[in-house]
């Protein structure tokens, strides 16, 4: 029996300092898979360059061969549109793709343990990290807070994993038909509802480069994953309202009582504090309102989620 055609989908940006090093990991994994039977000789790695400003791109096509193809985007898109571009180009030819960052701090060692999975009949395999030791512990509280928030705003995701996983082609192929602009893959794909199996690794620090989720893109991708699947902000909003709404009749009920007794209202302090504080939680709920707004404009326009400058085979 023929074996599954698998690729492998690394999307980077900036990654000239751990891409030899992680080529010839892959590579090598690759290999020993395809001697050992487990996929097929026609298997691939396929690097896609989220518009690179360093010699990424350059490295890419010096390393493409008989297993080895390169997707070069005319520009940044962002993580997740990268690796939809890879995993869109995937499907053409490929039976399984395994997602994985050019890092290489997921381990790889999992990807063969996730294929026996997929033979068995699994069409999504998630690659869960058991614990999160190797990252600081500003990363480590806030992608838990994240975690939490997220199950709490109702979103469906997978605790403690994040793009490590392996699809079949008729599970990209479902996925493709998501149309969004604001992409979220890691609620997407568990929307799919195809068998699913999860695989545990142990994370390892990153050796060379440095991470490109800054604290800016940890939030910015933090509300697009709510405000793509959630709109349980907007309920707070109104039980915000109801929370001023029996707020304001206290206050009433006190200077009814208080103007009876013949006392005099305190004045401008608190007042005035009353009133920054209402204006302020008002502005925040306008916010809300601009960020689902926003994301109903972008999706409105439909335009590509990128562009492909080069395809190199």
Known sequence: MEKSTLAIVVPCFNEEAVLPQ???????????????????QGSYILYVDDGSHD??????????????????????VGHQNALMAGLEAARADADVTVSIDADLQDDINAIPEMVKKFD???DIVYGVRR??????????TSAQAFYRFMTDMGAKSVYNHADFRLMSRRAVDALCQYDERNLYLRGLVPLLGYQTDTVYYDRSERQM?????????????????????SVKP???????????????????????????QG????????????????GGCVLMCLSVLAAYVGRIYTEGKHRP?????KYVK
């Open 234 to 260: 907007l309920r707070l909003i109104f039980y915000l309202g109801a929370v001023f709404l029996l707020i304001s009749l206290a206050i009433l009920a006190y200077v009814i009582v208080a103007l009876c």
């Open 120 to 122: 068995t009949g699994c």
């Open 263 to 278: 006392n005099g209202v305190p004045g401008w302090a608190s007042l005035m504090l009353s009133i920054w504080f209402v």
């Open 55 to 76: 010699r990424t791109w350059p490295i890419v096509e010096g390393c493409c061969g008989t297993h080895v193809r390169g997707l070069k985007l005319a520009g940044n």
């Open 22 to 40: 992680t080529n010839e990991r892959l590579l090598a994994l690759l290999d020993a898979m395809i001697a050992a039977r487990l996929v097929g």
């Open 131 to 140: 614990s999160r030791k190797a990252d600081s512990f500003f990363k480590r």
């Open 305 to 309: 989620r990128y562009h492909v400058e």
């Open 209 to 229: 480069g440095k991470s490109k989720y800054t604290l800016g893109k940890m939030i910015s991708f933090a509300v697009d994953g709510i405000t793509s699947f």
